[in-house]
């Protein structure tokens, strides 16, 4: 069964702040790592795509990724009170029979406070 | 900027009746997808589409779903005799390419089976 696992929160931090989020997966054979964000009632809108160890920034958003520790991570600078939505953590998996349908977190719920 | 589009934005159906959620791909993506969210739950797969056929579903994907791209543009997800459980929101993505090709998302139909 391939999970992808995100602590739900909520997450609170004041405006201004970093906002760390970190997702974990279970299977080796993940190839591609996407941040969503999805504000309530609405779809996932993707963020950030990472698909080597290391880091990767845009603007204000830095992902990060070790694949050894099967460990994605999001890191939000200068946190914003319209950055308050919920953070998804989506994996695609390429390996045995799936051809690499996103498997998606639970995901985090942030909330910056002015 | 392209975007996936989706109809109906809402939809409301008695237990036992077909409802037909329609999706119109960004114009140059060949890769379609079908994902549902239940209320307060992960996003979940259910199918993929390529050159006019399924490439992978999932278990939730049984008999009482099909898919169809009836034309060039529309792709189509169709439940037959929808029950309770059923309702959900309900997202249509495109991709431009395979593995590891970032999907795009559409504003999601949100469907209630009463």
């Known amino acids: 069964q391939k999970e992808v696992e995100q602590n739900s929160g909520p997450l609170s931090v004041p405006e201004g702040a970093i906002a760390s989020l970190n997702c974990t997966y279970s299977?080796?054979?993940?190839?591609?790592f996407f941040w969503y964000r999805q504000y309530s009632g609405k779809s996932p809108e993707l963020i950030m795509s990472?698909?080597?160890?290391g880091d990767k920034e845009d603007g204000r958003f830095t992902a990060q990724l070790n694949k050894a520790s099967q460990y994605v991570s999001l890191l939000i600078r200068d946190s914003q009170p319209s950055d308050s939505a919920t953070y998804l953590c989506?994996?695609?998996?390429?390996?045995?029979?799936?051809?690499?349908?996103?498997?998606f977190g639970k995901g985090t719920k942030l909330s910056v406070k002015p | 900027e392209p975007e996936v589009t989706q109809t109906p934005s809402h939809q409301v159906t008695q237990m036992g009746q077909e409802v037909i959620l329609r999706c119109v791909p960004i114009?140059?993506?060949?890769?379609f997808y079908w994902y549902r969210q239940i209320l307060g739950q992960k996003v979940e797969f259910l199918v993929s589409?390529?050159?006019?056929?399924?490439?992978?579903k999932s278990e939730i994907f049984d008999d009482q779903f099909s898919v169809e791209r009836p034309d060039g543009s529309n792709f189509t997800l169709k439940i037959r005799s929808t029950k309770l459980e059923d309702s959900a929101m309900y997202f249509c993505?495109?991709?431009?390419?395979?593995?590891?090709?970032?999907?795009?998302f559409g504003p999601g139909t949100r469907l209630l089976v009463l």
């Open positions: 993505a495109s991709s431009e390419g395979w593995g590891g090709e970032t999907q795009y």
């Open positions: 299977d080796r054979g993940s190839q591609s």
């Open positions: 990472i698909y080597s160890n």
């Open positions: 989506a994996v695609r998996f390429v390996s045995g029979g799936s051809q690499g349908n996103l498997i």
């Open positions: 114009s140059n993506h060949l890769y």
């Open positions: 589409f390529y050159n006019n056929e399924i490439s992978e």
